[in-house]
Structures are given as C-alpha cells and as structure tokens.
C-alpha cells in the first residue's frame, strides 16, 4: 500500500511540469504587438545600447529571442512592400507591393501602393483618405487571426504614415493614420463610415499641436552624443526657415514652411504620438480583454522622417533611438500592468534599413555616388530613338526599373525583347550601374544567389518593368541631402527580427533569417493558417 502510494505520488509530481507545459502552450497570448521601426537598423540595438534604459530595447535583447541576421530578402526595400512582407510572410513577387510607388502601363501614370479611389475620407482631409489595402494580393497574419476566430479578434493599425497602418491592419483590420493638414488621426470609407467615439475624444486632444507648440532639445548634453557626427555638418537636410542642422529646434516656428502638422513627422514626438494612440487604441477597443486574442500593429514613422533629413549618423538619429527607448520603456510597463508578464506577445522589426549619406561617404575616402535618373533617361532616350526610330520609347523611369513603350514597340514591329537587351548593354556602359536584368531574365531563370536573386523576389510579372538595375555599393538614386534607402545592399535590408513575451525564451541566433519569417511564425504560436501568399519559413529557434 505505501508502495503504491508513493508511486501515485511520484506520478502526480512527474506529470506536473507537463501538464502546466501543455496548458501554457494551448493558451492563447491575450494581444500580439507587432512594432516595425521605419528605416531601423539592427546597428541601432547595439551603438546606442550605453545609454538605453533596462526596459526598452534592453529587454527585447535580454527577455526576448532575436535573429541577428535578419535581412529583407528582395530589392526594392521601401517602406510600403516592408510592410506588406512583414505581414503576408511573402515577398512583392507575390503580394505584389512592388514599392510605394509604380507605374501601370494600362493607365499610363504611375500609382501609390495604397490608393484606392472607390473609398472616402472619414475625418481628416479628402485628398489623404483615399487608402485601403486592395492592392496588396494576398493576406496577412492578422487576417489569418481574424479568419481563425470568426472575425471576433479584434485588429487595429496605426502609424503616422497611411501604408504603414493599412498594409499591416491587412483586409479585414481597422487602419488609421495621420492627417498632416488638421493634426489628427483619419480612417476611410474601407473602414467605417463615420470615426468611432474614442478617436474623436484622442483628436479632440488636439496633442500634435500640443507637441509642437515646444522646442525639440537634445535628450542629454549635446557633447555627450558620442556616437554621431558633429551636430551642425554639410551633410544633413536642414528645415526650411532654418539655415543650418544643430540643435534647439523651434518647432512652432518652423510649421509654416515644413508641412504645417506634418512637421511631427520629423521630429521624435511623432512616436511619442502614435504611442498615445496606441494607448487610445487598447483602451477605447479594449484590446485583449474580451477573452480572444487580438492584435495591435504599431509602425513607427518618424524614424524614417528624420533618417532621410538627417542620416544614420546625425546627433538627431542618435537623440530620436534614445528618447523612443524611453517611450518602449513605458509601454511595456503598461502592457505588464493590464495583462500581465508573459500573457502578451511582442515582436519588432523594421521595413526596411538605410544607407549612409553619400557626401559623407565621400568625406571618408570611401566609394559612393549620386546617381543622376533624369540624365540616364535622357540619355536612353536619345539612345532607343537613334536605334530603333523616333519616338517616346521609354514610358517610365522608376525604383531603378525601365519601362518600355510597348505600344510603339508593336507599332514599329521591333521585338520587346530586343530593346530590353539593347538597353541592357547600353546602361552598363554607365558610371554607377553594376548590373541590368531583363523582365525576359527574370521570367525564364531562377536565380537563387546574389543580388538578381533579390530582383527575383521583388519582381512581379504583371507591375513590374522591362528592365532592372543594380547600382554599385553605396550609389543612390538621389541628389538632395541627407539619404535614402531601397538597395539590396546589408546597409539596406539588415533589420531588427526580434520575440518578446508569451511563450518566448530568451536568447538570439545569428542563423540567417528573413522578415518574410515572421508571418508564418505567428501563424504557429497562435494556431492560424498561414497567409495565402507566404513563402517564409517559420522561425524554428523560436518555436522550438
């Protein structure tokens, strides 16, 4: 009998850790925050990392698990199929995204990746409410998660920018985002017909003007910003009415010539506040209280704002990373405080990377240059009507893609393909240009190594162009100050894969992985189907 006893004894203490295991993973996290940083480095993590607080990004590093080498895994890397890939798990080849904008040879103009001219306008101005997500092709893990519980979770999406709350917020998800003209947060037709009670009540708060009534300060001493250039250089973008980049920045006073509102965009009270419509979005909806999980898509915009004016090594960049670390600080607090440790799920990314300032490049010793569009296709152009007859031959020169005129190509009766590959032998004869691919390359191989590999993944066979371009390391297709981005090069596509909270174990690989991972690993914690269109792989240190 004591035998026996002690067996059942020993038995019941056995299966205890088992059974707790089990339920932890048939439990569903009560909301998933999914954080992209606009234009975020996985650098950033590292170089700032002396003076971040304990509960920022320390903690995704400590708490959370994070892919080190994680990097977008197609060409052009933009903010709007960034986005798009995030949450279909696909690349632009297949969500069809291709940039923020291309053009359409069928209407002979060029469209934004999230226009929609058959919805309206709810709050805001009429000419920003013209967004949904119609033109991405497939869905999203939030439409999974929505599919998977009958439309009762919940899905919000914010940002300041329209496609970085649409294209997250997928087909079935609510999206706003911020009008630059009236100061407020919009939603269109797509959506609702009228804005509901609780973002009235955050726009009647009237905080954008609150935040740029102030003075934009540096955080902490400007001669302690050891991590960037000198403050005031010959590199950075300054503000209209301002005639040179160093710090105070009179934010009132420099609203008139820079966007009115949309000035908050450039400046790191942007985040500060799409987090306090973050904060309005969880308490007016009541988030992850309803007994279903739901899900919060938060994209931060501003970094890319002041990133493209001031460049990844401006005392601006460094002084934006250490006060939103503060404000991640304090929102995980919160998340702690009205779930619980542990009963939310957390991960950050970012849409895309960026390069260094190609002055400062040069101020280096280093090789880079400014690649001149409006010269080259003057120059095809020229080219194509000496070879082929006169006539308008090139429609379109965009995201470093030609588009040929096809119509006139019929009518002359000369083949498409001979003018892709004349072209493509031409614009290699240029300073700058390391590479051209056909649209005829593109569709007769697979490549599967290099940077053609990267045009593969990012080339659609209905939007896409005629041909394609790779620069040369560190060249970028533009001549104002400051940067940009959208190269297939590490400084472009290495960004943030990092996992915090409900049922992740710390810890970080450096195993290659892709943002196209993400979706898909989503899909197995929280037990949905996959997106439609994904080709990502779940992330199995992760999961595992």
Not at 66 to 92: E, F, K, L, Q
Not at 466 to 476: H, K
Not at 477 to 488: D, L, Q, V
Request: proline share 4%.
């Amino acid at each position: 009998m004591l035998k026996n006893l002690l067996v059942a004894i020993l038995s019941f203490l056995f299966l205890m850790p088992v059974q707790a295991q089990v339920s932890s993973k048939e439990n569903k996290p009560k909301l998933v925050v999914g954080i992209v940083v606009d234009q975020m480095r996985q650098e950033y993590f590292y170089k700032f990392q002396e003076r971040y607080t304990e509960g920022g990004f320390k903690r995704l590093m400590n708490d959370g698990f994070m892919m080190t080498n994680g990097h977008y895994n197609y060409i052009p890397t933009y903010t709007g199929p960034g986005h798009a890939s995030v949450y279909t798990g696909a690349t632009p080849a297949t969500h069809g995204i291709i940039a923020n904008n291309w053009y359409v040879r069928s209407l002979g103009r060029s469209i934004y990746c999230a226009e929609d001219s058959t919805v309206t306008a709810v709050g805001g101005t009429a000419g920003n409410g013209k967004i949904s997500p119609r033109n991405m092709y497939s869905t999203t893990i939030t439409d999974e998660l929505r599919f998977a519980t009958n439309k009762r979770s919940k899905v919000v999406g914010i940002a300041i920018k329209d496609r970085g709350a649409s294209l997250p917020a997928g087909h079935l998800g609510d999206a706003y985002w911020f009008d630059s003209k009236v100061g407020e947060f919009m939603t269109s037709s797509y959506y609702y017909e009228e804005l509901p009670a609780w973002v009235k009540a955050f726009n009647a708060k009237k905080l954008a003007e609150k935040y740029l009534s102030g003075t934009w300060e540096p955080l902490f001493p400007i001669e302690t910003y050891v991590q960037s250039i000198a403050d005031d250089n010959d590199f950075e973008g300054p503000f209209i009415g301002k005639d040179n980049t160093a710090f105070p920045y009179d934010l009132k006073a420099l609203m008139e010539n820079n966007g009115e509102y949309g000035l908050i965009s450039t400046t790191p009270f942007g985040n500060t506040l799409t987090l306090d419509m973050a904060y309005a979005a969880i308490e007016g909806e009541q988030l992850g209280k309803r007994g279903e999980t739901d899900f919060l898509a938060v994209s931060f915009s501003s970094p890319d704002y002041i990133g493209h004016r001031f460049g990844p090594t401006a005392v601006e960049l460094e002084d934006n990373y250490l006060r939103l670390d503060r404000e991640l600080e304090a929102f995980f607090k919160y998340l702690d405080e009205e779930y619980g440790i542990g009963e939310y799920l957390v991960f950050l990314t970012a849409d895309h990377a960026v390069a260094d300032i190609v002055d400062y490049m040069k101020s280096e010793q280093v090789p880079a240059g400014n690649f001149n569009n409006r010269f080259i296709l003057t120059q095809m152009r020229g080219f194509t009507s000496q070879k082929f007859g006169e006539g308008n031959w090139i429609s379109s020169f965009s995201n470093e893609q030609v588009f040929i005129n096809h119509e006139l190509a019929k009518e002359k009766g000369v083949s498409v393909e001979v003018i892709q590959r004349a072209l493509a032998d031409f614009l290699l004869g240029f300073e700058g240009i390391k590479e051209v691919y056909t649209a005829t390359d593109m569709r007769i191989h697979e490549y599967t190594q290099g940077k053609k590999s990267l045009l593969q993944m990012g080339y659609n066979h209905k939007a896409s162009g005629d041909l394609l371009l790779i620069l040369e390391p560190a060249w970028l297709s533009s001549s104002y100050k400051g940067t940009t981005h959208g190269t297939g090069y590490t400084y472009d596509t290495h960004v943030p894969i990092v996992f915090m909270g409900w049922n992740i174990k710390p810890g970080k690989s450096s195993r290659y992985a892709t943002v196209t991972d993400i979706a898909p690993t989503l899909s197995i914690m929280l037990g949905t189907r996959l997106p439609n269109g994904a080709t990502g792989q779940p992330i199995g240190e992760i999961l595992d």
